[in-house]
């Protein structure tokens, strides 16, 4: 029975006729990321049919352009692919020739025009030609849909003197170029698909730019870590909150009750004139009452501008004196001057008594003339 079992383990069932083990399925040898480059041995004969590719590109990019076309003509020629540039149409056409023996090179040649398109520098942009590198044209102006409210979502993605986009650029290993109604990225896949993240969580309000880049520092630390590669990293990651500003209410207008009915006509001027009589006055008639009612409002205006020009000279009301001090606060002075007056005297009193030798004074008072010598005058 145990040899059964065993036999059964042994066998593996497979889905697909073609679906069985290789030998290079677990060679560690391999690494099945890698992009290997292009050898033209692979394909001698070339390519079968022509593929070309165009795209339009602004005005103010004619300029530059035509100044750097020869170079991104001659990056392209070493691949066997010829650029074209129709300044009267204003677009730029890529397509292979039989030179071409790299088939994916024409998708490659199509991203460089829409790089340069998209104003990416042209030595920047001739580096996607390489195997190892990719781009990622990210629109954002479908994402918003007020004009002011995209403007300051797309600033806070360049932040102050780029700071945010730098500090995006060194995290992900891409080149970033915000212009216009597009983003356009140059890097790995990884990195492309962290900046489309980013991106989209600015522009739709989800998440500030600042919040993501610790969020990658922070990955870009446990990376390093080789006891947390085979773990989950939620735990360390932050948490961040969206708050929620209070926004003030829209007062709705009442609604009115429904009536099948329509308004009322309102009179017209025909109309007005037949009920007033002026209808029937002749031409001569209506000019003078014309002219009166004129006269009439120029009076009332004039005499209010008179009125309004004479407050400017009426002087303010001054406003009644009140007495400040009342009758109870003189009294309270009053007796409060006499209690001092009293405790000086019963102090002075007080002083002259401690100070005062009885000997002293009854030996001072013997000695003294009881009465006093008057000095004669002279007659």
């Excluded at 002026?278 to 031409?283: I, R, T």
């Excluded at 009140?322 to 409060?336: L, R, S, Y």
């Amino acid at each position: 029975m145990e040899d059964i079992e065993q036999q059964h383990q042994n066998k593996t069932k497979h889905k697909g006729k073609h679906d069985k083990p290789k030998p290079w399925d677990e060679d560690p040898n391999i690494d099945r990321w890698k992009v290997e480059k292009f050898d033209p041995s692979w394909n001698e004969a070339g390519m079968l049919e022509v593929s070309s590719f165009s795209t339009l590109f602004p005005v103010y990019r004619e300029k530059y352009l035509r100044d750097t076309w020869p170079v991104v003509k001659s990056a392209l020629k070493e691949f066997g692919i010829v650029g074209e540039l129709n300044l009267i149409e204003g677009s730029m056409t890529v397509s292979t020739t039989r030179k071409t023996r790299d088939p994916y090179i024409i998708v490659k040649a199509r991203d460089l025009i829409k790089l340069l398109s998209r104003s990416v520098p042209a030595p920047q942009a001739i580096k996607i030609l390489d195997d190892e590198m990719q781009c990622d044209i990210i629109k954002i102006g479908n994402l918003v849909r007020k004009k002011e409210r995209f403007v300051k979502r797309r600033r806070l993605l360049v932040g102050p003197n780029s700071s945010t986009l730098k500090a995006l650029e060194i995290l992900t290993g891409c080149y970033i170029l915000v212009q216009g109604n597009t983003v356009a990225a140059m890097g790995s896949f990884k990195g492309l698909k962290q900046v489309r993240r980013v991106v989209e969580e600015c522009m739709m309000n989800k998440m500030h730019p600042v919040y993501n880049i610790k969020i990658l520092m922070m990955r870009k630390e446990l990376a390093n870590d080789p006891a947390l590669a085979n773990e989950n990293w939620d735990r360390f990651l932050p948490k961040f909150k969206k708050k929620t500003v209070k926004q003030k209410k829209v007062k709705s207008k009442p609604k009115k009750q429904y009536t099948p009915f329509p308004p009322p006509q309102q009179p017209s001027q025909i109309d007005i004139q037949l009920e007033t009589g002026e209808y029937f006055l002749n031409e001569k008639k209506k000019s003078a009452k014309k002219w009166q009612d004129k006269q009439e409002k120029q009076a009332e205006k004039t005499a209010d501008n008179k009125r309004k020009r004479e407050a400017a000279f009426v002087p303010p009301k001054e406003a009644p004196k009140q007495d400040t001090k009342p009758d109870g606060d003189k009294n309270d002075i009053a007796e409060m001057a006499k209690s001092l007056k009293e405790k000086a005297k019963a102090f002075g009193k007080r002083k002259a008594a401690e100070t005062i030798n009885p000997e002293a004074y009854i030996a001072s008072s013997s000695d003294r003339p009881l009465f006093k010598k008057r000095s004669k005058t002279s007659s």
